[in-house]
């Protein structure tokens, strides 16, 4: 059964620096989508992307984000200056045309220090 | 803006016996998807069971079951027969029938079954 895949599943980084988390959706999906999970507390969403550009992003998602779908196959996230506050686990969905659910990788658990 | 909450932090439950995990929510839209999403130690979320919000009849996936109340704007998971597989956070999240489809997730149930 085809799933969702990211990469690393643990990183760790000092404050400041920049990370890429890398996602491989489930190739025919459009929609995909990053979510975070501060430890212990519920999941938010970060932003949505279809047909090669953000959809929607919330309050989170400021300029040190952005999102990219460099080759049609990996979607990934940046985080240009990372904060202590960064510190979470990062998830990756996506969507296909005709399905209602999202599908979700296993998460990269990002340590800022 | 929706919400989805969930009041229970925390639950427990003897195997085989059967347990309801609750979900309220707020919404003005009129059309939409409820899901319940279950997250075990490792991490990745697994769909459990999802409810169109225009279907009246209850969701129902084996052991698991909905009760969809839209007046009272109320999504209740019921598992029967609890297994110790079962264990895990369980999340309630919204999507609306348009727009990007992001979800809105409550803040999780965590259910342990007790051998």
């Known amino acids: 059964e085809p799933e969702v895949t990211q990469t690393p599943s643990h990183q760790v980084t000092q404050m400041g620096q920049e990370v890429i988390l890398r996602c491989v959706p489930i190739s025919n999906h459009l929609y995909f989508y990053w979510y975070r999970q501060i430890l212990g507390q519920k999941v938010e969403f970060l932003v949505s992307?279809?047909?090669?550009?953000?959809?929607?992003k919330s309050e989170i998602f400021d300029d040190q984000f952005s999102v990219e779908r460099p080759d049609g196959s990996n979607f990934t996230l940046k985080i240009r200056s990372t904060k202590l506050e960064d510190s979470a686990m990062y998830f990756c969905?996506?969507?296909?045309?005709?399905?209602?659910?999202?599908?979700f990788g296993p998460g990269t658990r990002l340590t800022v220090l | 803006a929706q919400t989805v909450t969930q009041s229970q932090p925390e639950m427990s439950v003897q195997e085989a016996e059967t347990v309801t995990l609750s979900c309220t929510y707020d919404t003005s839209e009129s059309d939409y998807y409820l899901f319940w999403y279950k997250q075990p130690p490792s991490r990745q979320m697994i769909l459990v069971i999802r409810?169109?919000?225009?279907?009246?009849q209850n969701a129902t996936e084996n052991r698991f079951s909905v009760n969809f109340q839209k007046a009272a704007k109320s999504f209740s998971l019921k598992i029967s027969d609890s297994q110790l597989g079962d264990a895990a956070m369980y999340f309630c999240?919204?999507?609306?029938?348009?727009?990007?489809?992001?979800?809105?997730f409550g803040t999780g149930t965590r259910l342990k079954v007790l051998a």
């Open positions: 969905a996506s969507k296909g045309q005709i399905n209602n659910e999202q599908f």
């Open positions: 409810q169109e919000a225009y279907k009246q």
């Open positions: 992307f279809y047909n090669n550009e953000i959809s929607e």
């Open positions: 999240a919204y999507r609306s029938r348009s727009g990007t489809y992001k979800y809105i």
